[in-house]
């Protein structure tokens, strides 16, 4: 798949000096370029499971094993610019929407809860009313993180370019046995690139944390006396199990906190509320 992302053009070779008298064409300075020189793939395994709503029950549920791969970036939306404008394949890597296990199970459940009186007929007591019209419902996610790039925001190829991605060299394993917020990555896996250099390190090298997240109702329909119509008082939980999701580290070269994470997802959240359905 051709996408379109941001080139630098007309930057000279890596060296020494002025970047502008050893442009391809002096005249002109730095160019900033979209073009659909991009490419895409994506390989992948989805399953599915369904139970349809029947006797008040209904279950689906979705997994998906999955590689996505780009040169240049992931289109204009989720555009990256090249390291190398000279060397496209260099940045070769995962895309920044993989997610190589992603899973997702959603449900609704009516409570099969009557109230009936010893003889069998019903009693639209008090009784009744409390214990019959709950339904629990909600939506659970797991998948595994984002893959993301380690970037240092100077011009050490001295190439004047429009904007600056070089990455670092790649000097051993960044990843880590036990990922933390602390250090979710091995920050001395890097090292800056020598003068005039582009680094070695491949583009989006680094995986972000994953999240885990299940958001819960408890919904108690009461039925008025007028045609569908009803009244529906609901618990809504986000979060449910207090998680903590973190978000992407830190993966600028040159900050104090490179290699750590310094946020997170909100932790949980209850809100209550009142429904007229009509």
Known sequence: TKLSIF??????EPGPGDPNPR??????????LMTAVATSSYHGLQLKMEKKFVQGLGILGCYT???????????????????????????????????????VMSYVYELPFKYRSPAGGRWMTLGAHLLEGWEINGI?????????NVAIPRDIPNI??????????????PRLPDPSAAAWFNPAAFEEP?????????????????????????????????KQ????????????????NLSNPDTNFDSATFGQILAAAPARQVQFGLKYLF
């Open 140 to 148: 659970t996610t797991a998948r595994t993180g984002q893959p993301i």
């Open 7 to 12: 080139l630098s053009g007309n930057d000279p």
């Open 23 to 32: 442009r391809p064409h002096m005249s002109v300075g730095s160019v900033s």
């Open 229 to 244: 119509k009803r009244i529906q008082l609901r618990i809504e939980t986000f979060n449910l199990f207090n998680k903590v």
């Open 160 to 173: 004047g370019s429009r904007g600056y991605v070089v990455r670092p060299n790649l000097v051993a394993d």
């Open 194 to 226: 020598g003068p005039y250099q582009f680094g070695s390190a491949g583009r989006n090298i680094v995986t972000g944390p994953g999240i885990y997240n299940w958001t819960f109702g408890l919904f108690k329909n009461i039925d008025l006396q007028e």
């Open 65 to 103: 094993f999955s590689k996505a791969m780009s040169i240049g970036g992931d289109g204009f939306g989720m555009s990256a610019s090249p390291q190398n404008s000279r060397d496209l394949a260099a940045d070769r890597g995962l895309s920044a929407f993989h997610r190589r296990h992603n899973f």
